[in-house]
């Protein structure tokens, strides 16, 4: 018989966190920022021949670890001889799978030795909070709605959004709202794309359901320690006297962001709830 195009491979994200923060290599197994922690005193009006006022810093070195991630596969080196597509699909699904877990712990993944903290834990991001001037005042508010309310939290701390993340479900939720008269609130979903004020909403799968991460993901870092590598053994074990082909893919990385209130965390349910006037 003959074959009718490629493999029907199962699918995959269309795109991973990676793409939407800095990367960048380094030769350590573990990588650090700088966070400035405040200080005291301030600049202030001086008077001719006044005494000028003294101003400090504190710096804090946070330190993440490098991970691993990685997997394989064994397979007969009679197969990869007799089936041409079998060494490129192997290894493209290898990284596809590999990469689908690195999102899921660039995101969410708690601290621990030998464990970077995810970019959706205290370490990286700051806990929703609604600002006082929305908290308990808006009337019937929606998921639209919080997204402002995160975006407000941002700009009151001074730090510019880049990116909003939500689960796939919740972001068809807010494209299919419509007003009480029906029309579509972000316009008909073959003509608008929702966002916030310019901010990108961006569907992805590695984000609970109910939870946003919104921010400056470009002062969120993954430290790169080894690229992700697709390697084929036939020395592993009894690999030699069975024909087996050992395929080894993994890499290791660690991920901080500059400070922890760049990012904005939430859950939509509970913020809902705090911003609803009574």
Not at 229 to 257: C, G, H, P
Request: charged share 20%.
């Amino acid at each position: 018989p003959s074959q009718i195009g490629g493999v029907g491979r199962k699918p995959y994200e269309i795109s991973h966190i990676r793409n939407i923060v800095s990367v960048s290599p380094i030769a350590t197994d573990s990588a650090f920022v700088i966070r400035d922690a405040a200080g005291e005193g301030a600049p202030t009006y001086v008077a001719a021949a006044g005494a000028k006022p003294q101003s400090d810093r504190d710096y804090v070195k946070l330190i993440q670890p490098v991970s691993k991630i990685a997997h394989y596969f064994k397979i007969p080196e009679e197969m990869l001889a007799d089936i041409s597509w079998l060494t490129g699909e192997i290894s493209a699904v290898g990284v596809e799978e590999l990469l689908a877990v690195e999102d899921d712990l660039l995101l969410n993944q708690a601290a621990a030795a030998g464990k970077f903290a995810g970019l959706t834990t205290v370490t990286n991001s700051t806990a929703y909070a609604s600002p006082a001037s929305l908290a308990l005042l808006v009337p019937t508010p929606n998921n639209y709605d919080v997204l402002v309310a995160a975006w407000t939290q941002l700009r009151n701390a001074k730090v510019g959004a880049t990116h909003i993340l939500c689960h796939p479900s919740d972001y068809a939720a807010m494209i299919l709202s419509k007003a009480t008269t029906g029309e579509y609130v972000f316009g008909a979903p073959n003509m608008s794309i929702p966002n916030v004020f310019g901010i990108p909403l961006v569907p992805h799968t590695a984000i609970t359901s109910d939870k946003f991460l919104m921010g400056d993901f470009s002062k969120a870092r993954i430290g790169q320690r080894d690229n992700v590598s697709v390697r084929f053994y036939d020395q592993n074990e009894d690999d030699a006297i069975k024909n087996m082909v050992t395929v080894v893919i993994e890499e290791r990385l660690t991920v901080v962001t500059g400070r922890a209130d760049y990012l904005v965390y939430g859950d939509f349910s509970d913020a809902v709830t705090a911003l609803t006037k009574p």
